[in-house]
């Protein structure tokens, strides 16, 4: 143990403001995450592993056993801590980059395996942490640091909507749902979902948050909350698969 007066500043999560931009919803969605874990009273056995992104900024946002993987790698870590501790919660947190790019395979395949873990991830409709450059969620048209002219069809195809991907392929213990960054209560409700889901010992859980990112997007408080709004008419809010029995 270190003692009181030789731990770093840095070390005290008390003191230290959250790094997150001013107006991103990943600091929002974060903060009802620690509700859903003090509410559910499972900090002492959760484990969190955060992927590349910006989702590293939250490495010592929680006072519980935290993993920072590679890019794209929170999913197969998560997935094997819970093989090698099944009585731990374990929670895979990552941005759509990490989920829907480069860590795909690995997505898809533990819905397909239906491992008892729970995957968090952010849709801002960018890659944010490195300027802003188009994600497989990017909308049609919309304006990015590599898409000056908007993403067009014929160039790069349709946006990826995960969960309608994930849900034909999921069982029917598996939790997947969409929910926004800026609905307290209803973000709430959904994190309780996906975790009581792996603790009653289902299934495999997913939550897309979809989330403002006003630096990359150039939008004012107002705007941002109008686009993440318009991003629900494509991505709509809502839950794909619900196992019988599930607790809130």
């Known amino acids: 143990m270190i003692p009181e007066n030789n731990i770093p500043k840095s070390w ?5 403001p ?3 931009c001013p107006g991103c919803g990943q600091s929002e969605a974060l903060k009802i995450l620690g509700y859903a874990i003090d509410e559910l009273g499972i900090q002492n056995k959760t484990i969190y592993a955060s992927d590349i992104g910006c ?3 939250s490495w010592n946002m929680f006072d519980v056993d935290t993993i920072q993987t590679h890019h794209g790698r929170a999913t197969p870590v998560a997935v094997g801590f819970k093989h090698a501790k099944p009585e731990a919660v374990v929670l895979a947190f990552m941005g759509d980059g990490g989920g829907y790019a480069i860590g795909a395979q690995h997505l898809i395949n533990a819905c397909m395996r239906d491992d008892k873990i729970t995957i968090i991830l952010i849709n801002n409709a960018n890659y944010a942490m490195t300027g802003g ?4 969620t990017t909308l049609l048209e919309q304006i ?4 000056p002219q908007g993403r067009k069809l014929a160039d790069f195809g349709l946006p990826l909507h995960g969960p309608e991907m994930l849900s034909p392929i999921a069982s029917d213990n598996a939790y997947i749902a969409r929910s926004i960054s800026n609905d307290f209560w209803g973000l709430l409700t959904t994190f309780k979902k996906a975790i009581n889901n792996q603790i009653e010992g289902r ?6 948050v979809l989330s403002m990112c006003p630096v990359n997007w150039k939008t004012d408080a107002q705007e941002s909350i109008n686009f993440v709004e ?3 008419e494509i991505y709509p809010v809502k839950e794909f698969k619900i196992p019988e029995g599930l607790k809130c």
């Open 230 to 232: 318009k991003m629900a």
């Open 55 to 57: 989702s590293l900024l």
């Open 12 to 16: 005290k999560k008390e003191e230290l």
């Open 133 to 136: 450059q188009m994600a497989p």
């Open 144 to 147: 990015t640091a590599t898409t």
């Open 203 to 208: 299934g495999f859980s997913f939550v897309e």
């Open 18 to 20: 959250h790094k997150f």
